[in-house]
């Protein structure tokens, strides 16, 4: 089969690779329907993540089920299914608590833009749709494997709620879902900062009330104008800078919540400047696997659309130029067709 | 008036100051019934925090109105009332989102260990109990006024529930009133972290079902060890160095909650080692006067009896005396009477 490998930053190739087998009897094989770029995939891509060995790349896909190893029960090949970017067997403490990204048996997907994928513990990842979906709903199934899921989470974490105050920082594909999130969970004003027209125009149509341009002490500044001068009821952090952590945390009021699911790079929180803001502060890889079933359904109802947040669609073979696109802001997020 | 100045570390005396007098409208001055000495007032008593110009102390206290000023509705000259370290006005955004020690006109109390006090605020501030309550409850209802109330906001921030598993870290009275709340919410494993062995008899009585001597890394595998390998679902982090914050953060289960009420002294969290955790983080200085009436009330019935961490009872003028003994941990905490 063949599939995306980097070998340096900018250095993207797609490749002929070994076709994956099940390794062990909880693995399932799919062929993937489609997949896509993540934001986080260019920390690597820009030289901000060390690569090492040239490694396949991709963590999102819906696909179909191929083969099943000898434990895999309830899946069967030719269904539709969608994943996570981790892997949990659903039975662990940290599953049964709601928390399948931290999985005692968790494994990171890393080889997804690519054909066919092996997916380990298969039985409790993977979630099989009843029937197969029209391929207009490929492109919101696949945002629910991840970015979507995160941005579900960001609300979850920043416990968003009927009525309240959102401020979405970020406005990469995660920050738009972040909105579709706080829209759904009844959020009434939802504002997010943004200086791309493209982006602020789908975060509006996601449901963003306002749209803060301004940056640093500014931005928290407009935020606190619009928000009776305290601050957020719920902050969600979608960048993972020290910046932006900065913005969440000075944006949010006393006693707010800020859900954090941009991976944190050299960000550390000062614990008395946290302890005098009375902010509850929750982040981590996404949780993904509880969040499945609901955001399906939503999906399918046709009640959310993440979908939208791909604005280029490319072969999965001109995956380099789908990098090239997201790194040079030229696109929010590169959807790739096998 | 008489009541206790620090001048510099390890000397506080007992001056004869002046009378407090009505300074806003919204002014009362009470009588102290009785007072006490706070963990956190022996942060500038060691030197570990600037003392400046010599000043009065003591942030506790329950007392008898003696007289109020024009603006303040409520209350009248002869009630016992109940306060917080911090006072509120009760009506602004940030009280009204249960938040009132970040109320928009919270002063910090700084002059209780004294036979007057003039209390900010009154009318938000003070809760009257509808009888003068015997002398046997007033060192459980100055409990309630900072230490109770900063236990059960540990409880409340950390998420405690019915079934639970808590952690508390910290022997002090916060932490064994933080062992009270966390039995008053229904955890049922309740785990606190302490050295002294009288410490640990009051722990228990109040619920503490285990005791974990070992501090460090050994601290925390012992902590794994009593919970299924993963940590504890709540984590009342009642210290505020750097090593409890460790302890808090490594002792909590993935997707687990930490309270933290101690003021956080040269404190920093990494935000990628948070992230990958799960956990939840918040922490401030408790809204006491959030739970006050429930307090009071469960005082009054006879339910709890935080009083209990005033093992040593001093003559108010012997204050000097009282901030030795806990210094040298011969006391856990000195209530002191006028």
């Not at 009375?278 to 359904?297: C, F, K, S, T």
Request: glycine share 12%; with cysteine.
């Amino acid at each position: 089969m063949r599939g995306a490998v980097i070998h340096a930053p900018r250095d993207v190739r797609f490749e002929t690779l070994a076709d994956p087998k099940i390794v062990h009897p909880t693995d399932a094989i799919i062929r993937t329907a489609v997949t896509c770029v993540c934001g986080s995939d260019l920390w690597p891509y820009r030289g901000l993540e060390p690569i090492g060995d040239p490694h396949p790349m991709g963590h999102e896909y819906v696909g179909f089920v191929e083969e099943v190893g000898s434990e895999v029960t309830g899946l069967r090949p030719g269904q539709f299914v969608v994943g996570s970017f981790a892997t949990s067997d659903n039975t662990c403490a940290n599953c049964r608590n709601g928390f399948p990204s931290s999985c005692l048996h968790r494994e990171f997907m890393s080889s997804c833009q690519a054909e066919y994928v092996r997916i380990p513990n298969a039985h409790g990842t993977l979630v099989a749709t009843d029937e197969v979906p029209g391929e207009e709903f490929w492109p919101g199934l696949l945002a629910v494997s991840d970015v979507m899921g995160t941005g579900w989470w960001a609300a979850d974490a920043a416990e968003v709620g009927p009525g309240s105050t959102a401020l979405v920082v970020g406005d990469g594909a995660v920050g738009l879902c972040a909105v579709i999130a706080a829209k759904e969970r009844g959020a009434e004003r939802i504002i997010v900062m943004s200086r791309h027209a493209s982006r602020q125009e789908l975060a509006r149509e996601f449901g963003a009330t306002d749209v803060v341009t301004e940056r640093g002490d500014q931005g928290v500044a407009r935020i606190k104008d619009l928000t009776g001068g305290i601050g957020a009821d719920s902050v969600l952090e979608c960048v993972g800078t020290a910046e932006a952590m900065r913005q969440a945390l000075h944006g949010a009021r006393p006693g707010g919540s800020v859900g954090f699911v941009g991976v944190p790079h050299e960000v550390a929180v000062d614990g008395q400047e946290l302890f005098f803001s009375h902010v509850g502060l929750r982040g981590g890889p996404a949780p993904v696997r509880r969040y499945l079933p609901d955001l399906i359904e939503r999906v399918l109802a046709g009640r959310i659309d993440p979908g939208k947040v791909f604005d280029l669609t490319l072969p999965l073979d001109d995956v380099a130029e789908g990098y090239r696109a997201m790194d040079e802001r030229r696109a929010i997020k590169t959807l790739l067709t096998p």
